[in-house]
């Protein structure tokens, strides 16, 4: 059984920053992508970062320059800085990894229940 769980979400007024952190626990033998994702109201879940276990990371378009992933992966974390925030930003923010269980086990996707984000203008 494996879990993730964010932490770090809330409101905070345009320009501000926030960081998301997510935890993964459980039965871990190795992870490989880690990802942040977020979906607005009346909106399509897009993917907003993402992070290697080489450390190579890509971003969405809309949040390049502002927003920064990063992984700690003695405590199989992903954070998520995120800085200059707009109103647009706004949406629950879940982070997504690949597991696996065991060295002859299948890389499995997990999700994380997601953290609100709430920007004010």
């Known amino acids: 059984q494996v879990q993730l769980v964010e932490s770090g979400g809330g409101l905070v ?3 501000g920053s926030l960081r998301l952190s997510c935890a993964a ?8 992508n880690m990802a942040w994702y977020r979906q607005a109201p009346g909106k399509q879940r897009e993917l907003v970062a993402v992070i290697t276990n080489g450390d ?7 949040v390049k320059g502002r927003f920064t992933i990063s992984r700690d992966n ?6 998520l800085q995120m800085n200059s925030l707009k109103p647009e930003d706004t949406a629950v923010y879940y982070c997504n990894a690949a597991i696996r269980s065991g060295y ?5 996707t997990y999700w994380g229940q997601g953290t609100q984000v709430t920007v004010s203008s």
């Open 25 to 32: 626990s459980g039965s871990i033998f190795s992870i490989n």
């Open 104 to 108: 002859y086990r299948p890389f499995g």
């Open 56 to 62: 190579s990371t890509n971003y969405a378009d809309s």
């Open 13 to 15: 007024q345009a320009g």
């Open 74 to 79: 003695a405590k199989n974390t992903v954070y």
